[in-house]
């Protein structure tokens, strides 16, 4: 990272550092973008997206709706004003 990148992204994030400060903030990006352009050579072209960091087996259920046929008793133990739950004041 050139100086005078890092001075525009010191005054971008207007933060102000002494010379010390500096040039170990300046080192630690550094090796940052070192292991991000690190990460660019990786090659994945044949890797699917990860939705799940462990795998996932089995059929979910369809989704169709049903008529709930005891509404009243469901709501029995709620605060309700006309068929709305009143929840805690926030």
């Given at each position: 990272?050139?100086?005078k990148e890092?001075?525009?992204?010191?005054?971008t994030a207007r933060i102000?550092?002494?010379?010390?400060?500096?040039?170990e903030i300046k080192k630690d990006?550094?090796?940052?973008?070192?292991y991000f352009n690190r990460l660019d050579?990786?090659?994945?072209?044949?890797?699917?997206?990860a939705y799940h960091s462990v795998e996932i087996s089995g059929m979910m259920r369809e989704d169709t709706p049903e008529d709930f046929?005891?509404?009243?008793?469901?709501l029995d133990n709620t605060k309700?004003?006309?068929?709305?739950?009143?929840?805690p004041e926030v």
């Open positions: 990272m050139h100086d890092f001075k525009s992204l010191l005054e102000s550092l002494t010379e010390a400060e500096s040039e990006l550094e090796e940052v973008i070192v050579d990786i090659e994945c072209g044949n890797v699917g997206p046929k005891e509404k009243k008793r469901l309700t004003h006309r068929s709305y739950v009143i929840g």
